[in-house]
């Protein structure tokens, strides 16, 4: 049986993959998994390992770590932090320093799978820090 941290360390190495893909998300995340940013935002694994390529694109260095894991159970909180220094522009704003933000997921397991995930990153102070 997978831990929980098992699962989230896997989760992740997404963000630091050379080559992120949904690939890299089987045997963490259930089939039908949904992934929901700001509202009207749902990804399933393949839409989301896409975004992360394009976050890496734009932020060659990027690192993310989990600072602190609140278990309730079968859902999970992650507190995170990114940290990396953008290529040029971070979403489409030229930038000329690097960043470091703090993330908030909370993840519903079930069947030792990933179910949903809802997150928030704090991209404001990044585009404050990088410009």
């Given at each position: 049986?997978?831990?929980?941290?098992?699962?989230?360390?896997?989760?992740?190495?997404?963000?630091?993959?050379?080559n992120p893909s949904?690939?890299?998300?089987?045997?963490?995340?259930?089939?039908?998994?949904?992934?929901?940013?700001?509202?009207?935002?749902?990804?399933?694994?393949?839409?989301?390992?896409?975004?992360?390529?394009?976050?890496?694109?734009?932020?060659?260095?990027?690192?993310?770590?989990?600072?602190?894991?609140?278990?309730?159970?079968?859902?999970?909180?992650?507190?995170?932090?990114?940290?990396?220094?953008?290529?040029?522009?971070?979403?489409?704003?030229?930038?000329?320093?690097?960043?470091?933000?703090?993330?908030?997921?909370?993840?519903?397991?079930?069947?030792?799978?990933i179910q949903r995930?809802?997150?928030?990153?704090?991209?404001?102070?990044?585009?404050?820090?990088?410009?």
């Amino acid at each position: 049986m997978t831990t929980t941290t098992e699962l989230l360390t896997r989760y992740y190495a997404l963000f630091t993959a050379a080559n992120p893909s949904a690939e890299l998300l089987l045997g963490v995340t259930a089939p039908d998994w949904r992934n929901f940013g700001s509202p009207g935002e749902d990804a399933d694994a393949a839409a989301f390992a896409g975004n992360v390529a394009a976050l890496r694109a734009m932020v060659p260095d990027l690192k993310w770590e989990v600072t602190q894991i609140i278990d309730a159970g079968n859902t999970i909180t992650v507190i995170g932090q990114g940290s990396g220094t953008p290529a040029g522009s971070l979403f489409g704003t030229p930038t000329s320093g690097s960043f470091t933000i703090i993330s908030i997921d909370v993840h519903e397991i079930a069947d030792g799978l990933i179910q949903r995930t809802r997150h928030i990153e704090d991209w404001a102070s990044a585009l404050r820090q990088a410009v």
